[in-house]
């Protein structure tokens, strides 16, 4: 296979939040995300996902460490070249209830992008644009002038997802979009954004809670601890071949579709181990933190 670019390149990346008495909510991660490809990162509950995710796409301020997106130092960007790369990088964010500014009608919430990067040529071509994105993701047009409380929650994440394609995008934060629905819906959503992925040749950094999911629709995995990357490599060897005890537990965790070998299923129990040294590369690709 020929060796894929590089659209991101994250380095020792940190975040503090004001207050938090030398706490890291991200403590010295570095990775990178391949073009085209699914980049999954999973952690339990405030392991610093987010976090992680809003500094790629400079909605949060890096405290130090840097990200290079398609070979451009990012990490400081101002002004008008912040506003280009910020029409390039975009994201779904996690609640699609409280996401959406309910005083604004479907249309104006999904054209937001085009106005702040001013991409339609008037006011029919921003109405046409919209009318699109609204049908690519699977909502009625004619719904356009309603506001988001009249959606249902799938409904809502489709209307995040609209913004977010709507200035075009090359990288995508997808930040548990589908932990806040309902679970019969949840495949659909997961299915448009890949159909989406295919038809635009988007890059995603795909964001969860467990392992289950994700190694179906991503290519490489990181798993998050505190604030620290504690494995990361191809999602099958991840998931088949966990390598650091975390990885282990969290997988452990999963329920089975057997009912007689999910009877005998046991969760690992994880204590903080493991938790010194670097990520080093025990198998081809597949990194794991060691001393
Ligand atoms: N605005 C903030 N101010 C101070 N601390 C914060 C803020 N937002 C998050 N944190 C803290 O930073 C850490 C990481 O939070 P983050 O939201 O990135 O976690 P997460 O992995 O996305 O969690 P979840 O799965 O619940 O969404 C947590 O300890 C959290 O309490
Ligand atoms: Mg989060």
């Known amino acids: 296979m020929a060796e894929t670019r590089h659209l991101l390149e994250v380095r020792n990346l940190v975040h503090e939040y004001p207050g938090s008495a030398?706490?890291?909510?991200?403590?010295d991660i570095s990775f990178v995300i391949r073009?085209?490809?699914?980049?999954?990162l999973v952690g339990e509950s405030g392991c610093g996902k987010t976090t992680t995710g809003r500094m790629l796409v400079r909605l949060l301020d890096i405290t130090s460490g840097s990200v290079t997106f398609d070979g451009e130092d990012i990490t400081h960007l101002k002004g008008k070249e912040l506003l280009a790369f910020r029409r390039q990088?975009?994201?779904i964010f996690q609640d699609p209830y409280a996401s959406l500014d309910p005083r604004k009608k479907v249309r104006d919430i999904?054209?937001?992008g085009i106005d702040i990067h001013k991409l339609a040529k008037d006011k029919a071509d921003r109405d046409d644009q919209v009318s699109r994105l609204m049908a690519s993701v699977g909502l009625r047009p004619e719904h356009l002038t309603r506001y988001p409380h009249e959606f249902s929650g799938g409904q809502?994440?489709?209307i995040g997802i609209a913004r977010a394609l709507a200035t075009r995008p090359r990288f995508v934060v997808c930040d548990e979009p589908i932990s806040a629905l309902d679970v019969s819906i949840q495949a659909q959503v997961v299915n448009l954004l890949r159909e989406e992925q295919r038809k635009r040749g988007l890059t995603y950094l795909f964001i969860a809670h467990d392992l289950s999911m994700v190694k179906y629709i991503s290519d490489r995995i990181a798993v998050m601890y505190r604030g620290r990357i504690v494995e990361t490599g191809p999602s099958n060897l991840v998931y088949n071949?966990?390598?650091?005890p975390y990885t282990k537990s969290l997988i452990s965790a999963i329920p089975l579709p057997d009912p007689e070998t999910e009877r005998e299923r046991r969760r690992i129990p994880y204590a903080g181990e493991g938790l010194e040294g670097s990520l080093q590369e025990a198998e081809s690709e597949h990194f794991v933190l060691m001393k």
């Open 22 to 27: 030398g706490k890291r909510a991200v403590d």
């Open 35 to 40: 073009e085209g490809e699914t980049f999954g």
């Open 89 to 91: 990088a975009q994201i």
């Open 110 to 112: 999904i054209a937001e």
């Open 156 to 158: 809502r994440q489709r």
């Open 241 to 244: 071949h966990p390598l650091h």
